[in-house]
């Protein structure tokens, strides 16, 4: 894409307001922006524990911030490691399950 483009995301006037070109560095308000909150359940433990509410950019980030853990989205259901909800406005809640990634 050529920079005079009006979908170039780096061309003079065409970033949505409050959002830097990829040359200008984030700002602490640009990065809340952009997370989001994630209700994270921990399925690693027998012992039942209240889910925790975590401020992330993505569902893996939420469960390494939670649990101090690595997943991914798919893997063996016996290293199932949690289940992270979150909502957009406007749209359905959503699910996904995240599993330990083996060694």
Partial sequence: MSPSS???????????????SSSEPLDATAIEAMLR??????????EVRPDVLVDAASPED????????KVARSGARSNL???????????????????????
Avoid: H, I, K
């Avoid at 909150?37 to 027998?46: A, P």
């Fill in 62 to 69: 939420a469960v390494a911030q939670a649990l101090g853990l």
């Fill in 37 to 46: 909150q994630f209700r994270v359940v921990d399925l690693t433990s027998e």
């Fill in 81 to 103: 490691a949690a289940r992270v909800y979150w909502q957009m406005p406007n749209s359905p809640l959503t699910m996904v399950r995240l599993y330990t990634l083996e060694p």
């Fill in 6 to 20: 009006p979908f170039c995301v780096d061309s003079p006037g065409t970033n949505p307001p409050g959002l830097p």
